[in-house]
């Protein structure tokens, strides 16, 4: 069978169209090449599984999950090329869509379920994989009925910057076979160097360069820490987030650390009293504690005013959700006229589906205690509708920054759920399990909501079968769910997720900011507890300035609440991104558009390593009992030498990714 020419998308692709004017996709939608084949459906599995676990972990350590499409779209070419006889083009699609719902999965995973461990809720694993289960499903199933709008209707209304890259790879994909060579290079590179680091600790991982005498002064006396993640994970996520986002959130930890922090205890040394939210007087504290004391909850309220202000500029899509449901519906009772390229799976397994989801759901609300059964329906009813209207605001999201802000609907979510299960009677740890749970399902149904969209519109551009993809997406969800629910289980056995005992060594913390600030609110809400309403506060004002001065809150704000040394190595990522652009725009051309990929991919290809290493080393640290404090390594005994080994590595790698981005690829 010959193969559709895969060379270039219509001229149609990216514009309006004029009046009947039709776009007809790279394969016709009367001609049918294979899709869902074994190959692809199993392949796209694997590399669910593989970057489920790669993203858990890097979304835990540093809260941004790891973007999984792009590099299994390049994989996928790679591989496809190789082993498969038939068109590979629709089977990369495939392959894609499975296993890019790793990282949505995961968004909706790590975003809530561990604020149940660190509320020392002890969920079951079965309890944590159903609940991303059941937000999986639902965010596939409530998104269908909107495809067409989305897709079709409003074709060259949305840029898709997400799905216009994943297409352009698939679409180039003569090249697939070096840059899948490359991605699987800087994948061992950076899984090598961040396994010795974090597991073994053959050197420092976090420098604080206090060898310097000046930098131990602003230490001690000013509270002014500086400190530093040294590892390939962080540098190639801030290379793939550019120098713009990485800025913006590496000026929130400034922020934070250099001007909060200090400014804090400069105002509160000289009070030997107790200054609630903080457990003992400012003047005795570190910095660490002042910002885990103080700042942090600053940064909640920057967060959540940041992403109460995403849902406001998506309020149209959401109040109009039902009215394009509704028209999707009626359209599709003609199903079986419609073209290949059209078609949606049934409406009766959509319905069916809804129900199957719901009536599991309530089954599970039902186990969690409330004894009420008023309070469970309810809780299924606020599951059901923010689910489906906030779909819609990430799918619009998605389709127009490629950012879905689903932090700040989960903790809007978070906060209606506390106070009208509140009302019911609910509270204490049955209140946080069952407020947590909701707000599980809800943020992995817009997460994967929004992948899906994406998905589906890279379809649209080749000529995909919306039925074949929507299909396999559920198998992607129960891989993804089962994958994520079993490595949150096995992190929390070497982790503290957020806040962690005083003097609990760095390398044991995973930040989880997201799931801490969902934690910091549930509990304030069940427990009854004063909420430090005033660092809300101020923290929604630095949102509401930053949103006058058209600066992207969320991120900002996010910077906020990070540690510093979890955004300092982003930005060098992120200037190394800037450097590489920069001389790429100066050579133009094939040449300059070859360096801009092989960054990218080689910065993906660091972060997945990056996880993966990490992820081992917890493995080896289970199944071999290895306790890394006990084992002493050579350079422990001197913290300088060890420091610098760091600085000096790190460099390395930065040398890697721009020597290797410059230099010119062989033939594959």
Not at 165 to 172: D, P
Not at 633 to 651: E, K
Request: hydrophobic share 50%; proline share 5%; net charge positive.
């Amino acid at each position: 069978m010959e193969g559709p020419d895969t060379k270039s998308l219509p001229e149609n692709a990216y514009e309006p169209l004029k009046p009947g004017e039709v776009y007809a996709p790279i394969v016709p939608a009367g001609t049918k090449f294979p899709e869902a084949t074994g190959v692809s459906v199993w392949l796209g599995l694997l590399f669910c599984v593989i970057f489920t676990v790669a993203s858990a972990y890097s979304g835990l350590k540093v809260g941004q999950v790891m973007e999984a499409a792009i590099p299994i779209a390049i994989l996928a070419i790679g591989i496809t090329r190789l082993i498969s006889k038939d068109p590979p083009l629709l089977q990369n699609v495939i392959m894609t869509g499975i296993g890019g719902v790793s990282a949505s999965v995961v968004a909706g995973a790590i975003f809530t379920l561990p604020a149940l461990y660190s509320l020392n809720l002890s969920p079951h694993p079965l309890q944590t994989i159903f609940i991303c289960l059941a937000g999986g499903c639902l965010g596939v199933l409530f998104l269908i009925p909107l495809r067409r709008y989305f897709v079709r209707e409003t074709h060259g209304e949305y840029p898709f910057p997400e799905a216009t890259a994943i297409t352009e790879i698939l679409v180039t994909g003569e090249k697939g076979g070096s840059q899948a060579k490359l991605l699987i290079q800087a994948t061992v590179i950076a899984g090598i160097y961040d396994f010795l680091v974090t597991t073994f600790r053959v050197w420092k991982e976090f420098v604080d360069f206090q060898f310097l005498p000046i930098v131990k002064d602003a230490a001690e006396k000013a509270k002014v820490l500086v400190r530093f993640d040294a590892v390939g994970l962080i540098l190639g996520l801030g290379y793939v987030m550019g120098l713009r986002s990485s800025m913006i959130l590496c000026a929130g930890g400034v922020l934070s650390n250099f001007v909060l922090v200090p400014l804090i205890y400069l105002l509160g040394s000289h009070t030997p009293e107790l200054i609630a939210p903080g457990t003992k007087a400012i003047s005795t504290m570190s910095a660490n504690e002042i910002f885990r004391g103080y700042v942090r909850f600053i940064g909640v309220g920057a967060i959540a005013t940041a992403g109460i202000f995403g849902i406001l500029k998506s309020l149209k899509v959401v109040l109009g959700s039902f009215g394009i449901a509704i028209k999707a519906f009626r359209h599709g009772e003609g199903h079986v006229d419609l073209e290949r390229t059209d078609r949606d799976i049934s409406i009766m397994t959509m319905l069916v589906g809804t129900v199957v989801t719901s009536v599991l759901a309530l089954i599970f609300f039902g186990t969690l205690g409330a004894g009420d059964w008023r309070a469970v329906v309810a809780g299924l009813l606020l599951m059901l509708v923010f689910s489906f209207f906030f779909t819609s605001v990430a799918a619009n999201a998605i389709a127009t920054t490629a950012r879905n802000p689903v932090s700040g609907m989960t903790m809007l979510t978070i906060m209606i759920s506390s106070i009208v299960l509140l009302k019911f009677g609910l509270s204490g740890p049955t209140g946080m399990f069952f407020v947590m749970a909701i707000a599980g399902m809800v943020c992995t149904a817009l997460s994967v909501s929004g992948q899906t969209i994406t998905d589906l519109k890279t379809g649209y551009w080749l000529g995909s079968t919306p039925q074949a993809q929507e299909r396999v997406k559920f198998l992607g969800v129960i891989a993804a769910s089962v994958a994520v629910g079993l490595t949150i289980v096995v992190l929390s056995r070497m982790y503290f997720f957020g806040d962690a005992p005083d003097g609990t060594a760095p390398e044991k913390i995973l930040a989880a900011p997201q799931a801490s600030i969902m934690k910091a609110l549930v509990q304030s809400f069940m427990n009854r507890e004063p909420v430090p309403w005033a660092l809300f506060g101020v923290g929604s004002m630095i949102a509401l300035a930053l949103e006058m001065l058209q600066v992207p809150a969320l991120t900002f704000a996010l910077g906020m609440y990070l540690p510093l040394e979890l955004n300092s190595p982003a930005l060098v990522g992120g200037y190394l991104h800037h450097l590489v652009t920069r001389k790429a725009a100066k050579q133009g051309g094939e040449t300059g558009r070859t360096l801009r990929e092989r960054g990218v991919v080689i910065a993906s290809g660091m972060m997945a390593g990056g996880a993966l290493g990490g992820v081992l080393g917890v493995v080896i640290r289970l199944a071999f009992k290895f306790d890394p404090d006990k084992v002493k390594m050579p350079l422990d005994a001197y913290d300088t030498v060890s420091q610098v080994v760091s600085i000096v590595g790190f460099l390395g790698l930065v040398a890697y990714i721009w020597l290797g981005a410059n230099r010119k690829p062989t033939t594959a």
